[in-house]
């Protein structure tokens, strides 16, 4: 995470992410999937095959692509499918766009009811005795049993959450590195899956994305990096207020 | 020539030549950011060249000058609501903080019996300049005590002016022992975990001997918690010279 300032010099708090080494492996059409649209498989980040069965080899093999750590969907439209085995860079994302980040949290493993679902535990002194952090009550009398997802202990964190609408800040072609909003769920080098916000609000945000996506054996040179309108380059002066 | 004996006279090999370097003896003391030193962890390298690329871009256009804790600052900074639309802030360096594009510093100095201290970001675009005006290093590298020292130490002339440096060479050590308020303070810099040489302590010798209590004598053998960081900054030394001469 880093800062960066704006031209009217206030600070804001953004997550790096690399877009490393990432593939499209196969086309799902809508009715192989039974969804609402065609799916396209993703995979990231390459790995030795070694480690994984024979059967995972096959959709790499297919596609002419090294194995992947990790293969996620999008759920695509038909007008934006891309031919298997070709390159995802960072340069699909534009400055100014928003976007959801979903990744498995940092693992916290089996933990108490204060830490995992914020209860208030009982007080310290005034005679409570070996009851500091207990849940307390769990039911009622009338209830005569216990709820089912009543919140207890349990092994916390390690499961799948999103960010909703960070704002893309800045994009380094160059090295694959999207510069996104705030914090993303997920310990420093996890892997992390990087969508088009779906929140109302920013669904007529993207004004002309490279659409399917960014080629980058086509016609396009892009600069190394591609800055927001309202970020400050230190290539300027100091801000000075007039 | 005849000797004494009638033996040769004994070899006496001519005095060793001794070579004063002055190239070698000036690079050997060069001034290499705290910031730019990048902590231990998991961070992949990439995400601090690329800091370190960003910094060097503000260096370029704005000149951050070497400066140590106990030096004394002025600092301009933008400010949308001031008269002027620009602060001007002189105070003692007490602390330099965070690495990367995040480096901070804490400036302290006591204004008509009032202390103030503020904590600038080194990077950020609102500062217009920084200028140093007296260069002395203190005995410590934290200069936090002096909040409970007596406020004449902290006091600076707000329209100081620099004072001009002799040689490029060594900058001045101030053995200045600095007298405390009576106690309680903030915290308790008579304990070894602070390790502070710049206090006169005026306190008996019980209590020095008790604070010893909580000393760790253990903590300077221990390995793990060795950082040899002479490598990484002699390669960022390199990238910083060559960057900054383009």
């Not at chain 1, 980040?101 to 208030?120: E, L």
């Not at chain 1, 209830?143 to 919140?151: C, E, L, Q, S």
Request: hydrophobic residues 30%; proline residues 8%.
């Amino acid at each position: 995470m880093m800062p960066i300032w704006t031209k009217s010099g206030e600070k804001h708090a953004v997550t790096l992410l690399k877009v490393q080494d990432c593939h499209v492996l196969r086309y799902v059409s809508k009715e192989e999937s039974g969804g609402k649209t065609a799916k396209l498989l993703v995979g990231g980040k390459n790995v030795s095959p070694f480690s994984k069965p024979e059967s995972a080899h096959e959709i790499f093999k297919e596609a002419g692509v090294p194995q992947k750590q990790k293969v996620t969907t999008f759920n695509v439209t038909d007008d934006a499918i891309i031919k298997p085995g070709t390159p995802l860079y960072a340069a699909h994302f534009r400055p100014g766009q928003f976007v959801d980040v979903t990744a498995k949290t940092v693992g916290k493993g089996f933990q108490g009811v204060v830490k995992r679902w914020g209860f208030k535990g009982q007080p310290a002194s005034h005679g409570q005795t070996k009851t500091h952090r207990r849940p307390g009550a769990i039911s009622t009398n009338k209830a005569a049993k216990v709820y089912r997802g009543k919140k207890m202990p349990g092994k916390m964190g390690n499961i799948y959450r999103t960010s909703f609408g960070l704002k893309v800040w800045r994009i380094n072609t160059k090295h694959d590195i999207i510069y996104v909003n705030g914090s993303v769920p997920g310990h420093t080098n996890c892997l992390v899956k990087v969508r088009d916000s779906k929140l109302p609000t920013y669904k007529d945000c993207n004004k002309n994305p490279p659409f399917p996506t960014f080629f980058a054996d086509g016609d396009e040179e892009l600069p190394e990096d591609l800055f927001d309108e309202e970020i400050f380059q230190f290539t300027d002066p100091s801000v000075s207020f007039a | 020539r005849v000797s004494s004996d009638g033996r040769p006279p004994k070899f006496q090999p001519p005095p060793k030549p001794v070579i004063i370097d002055r190239k070698t003896q000036k690079e050997e003391r060069r001034f290499l950011s705290p910031e730019f030193i990048p902590p231990r962890g998991r961070t992949d390298p990439l995400k601090y060249y690329i800091e370190r690329k960003d910094m060097i871009q503000r260096r370029k256009v704005f000149n951050i000058p070497e400066f140590y804790v106990g030096h004394i600052l002025a600092v301009t900074t933008a400010d949308p609501y001031a008269s002027d639309k620009s602060k001007r802030f002189v105070g003692i360096c007490i602390q330099r903080g965070g690495k990367g594009l995040g480096a901070t510093f804490v400036l302290r100095n006591v204004i008509e019996d009032q202390g103030v201290e503020i904590c600038y970001e080194l990077y950020s675009p609102r500062i217009q300049a920084i200028e140093v005006l007296k260069l002395e290093k203190r005995l410590d590298e934290n200069l936090m005590y002096l909040r409970d020292a007596l406020p004449e130490y902290s006091t600076f002339d707000v329209n100081m002016k620099p004072v001009p440096r002799m040689d490029h060479e060594e900058i001045p050590v101030n053995k200045l022992q600095v007298r405390m308020k009576p106690k309680p303070w903030s915290k308790r810099w008579e304990r070894p975990k602070y390790n502070i040489k710049g206090i006169k302590f005026e306190l008996s010798e019980h209590k020095m001997k008790a604070a010893q209590k909580w000393s760790q004598p253990w903590l300077e053998f221990d390995m793990l918690r060795e950082y040899d960081t002479s490598k990484i900054e002699e390669k960022i030394r390199k990238e910083l010279s060559e960057e900054l001469e383009k």
